[in-house]
T-cell receptor, first 109, second 113 residues
């Protein structure tokens, strides 16, 4: 079965603290994974994709095929990072995405 | 830069009515995806089109239909609306499906009363 799991609905940290948003996936093929972010009242935006291996806004994510995980990390959280974060799996070659349940990141001053 | 445009932004319908949601992709994008996000739920894939042909189908009720037109815009038609159809409907577009980013619209919030 194709599935993405984000175990935490809410993650609350203080500014400057490290952040790790967890994502686990289940997929029989070669996975292509993404992190999308949704700031308040805005559209979903791509934050990271595992194949590009970039660091965006200080966030990184490494695909761990052994643990079937794609956790999102940032060493020092900023207040402007407060948003909803979705982990997503591209399933098949039609481009459709399977989303996790989302994690709300709340960064307190 | 032009983004994905969805209309209307908000829609209120009564049970058993019909609704049509529109999606205008980014210029030159040939692929459109529709997702449904219920309250407190993750976005669920409904249907997609590539070059005006249906390319994939997810958990889309038989009461819903969609198409992509010659100018690549897409419409999602929803009939016999039920209370459970109340959700945020996202459209996304991309240029092809390989090694490409999907760009999302702001969504249409449908409320069925």
């Amino acid at each position: 079965a194709q599935r993405v799991t984000q175990p935490e609905k809410l993650l609350s940290v203080f500014k400057g603290a490290p952040v790790e948003l967890k994502c686990n996936y289940s997929y029989s093929g070669s996975p292509e994974l993404f992190w999308y972010v949704q700031y308040s009242r805005q559209r979903l935006q791509l934050l990271l994709r595992h194949i590009s291996r970039e660091s965006i806004k200080g966030f990184t994510a490494d695909l761990n095929k052994g643990e079937t995980s794609f956790h999102l990390k940032k060493p020092f959280a900023q207040e402007e990072d407060s948003a909803m974060y979705y982990c997503a799996l591209k399933a098949g070659n039609t481009g459709k995405l399977i989303f996790g349940q989302g994690t709300t990141l709340q960064v307190k001053p | 830069a032009a983004g994905v445009i969805q209309s209307p932004r908000h829609l209120i319908k009564e049970k058993r009515e019909t609704a049509t949601l529109k999606c205008y992709p980014i210029p030159r994008h040939d692929t459109v995806y529709w997702y449904q996000q219920g309250p407190g739920q993750d976005p669920q894939f409904l249907i997609s089109f590539y070059e005006k042909m249906q390319s994939d189908k997810g958990s889309i009720p038989d009461r819903f239909s969609a198409q992509q037109f010659s100018d690549y815009h897409s419409e999602l038609n929803m009939s016999s609306l039920e209370l459970g159809d109340s959700a945020l409907y996202f459209c996304a577009s991309s240029f092809g499906t390989e090694n490409t980013e999907a760009f999302f619209g702001q969504g249409t919030r449908l409320t069925v009363v």
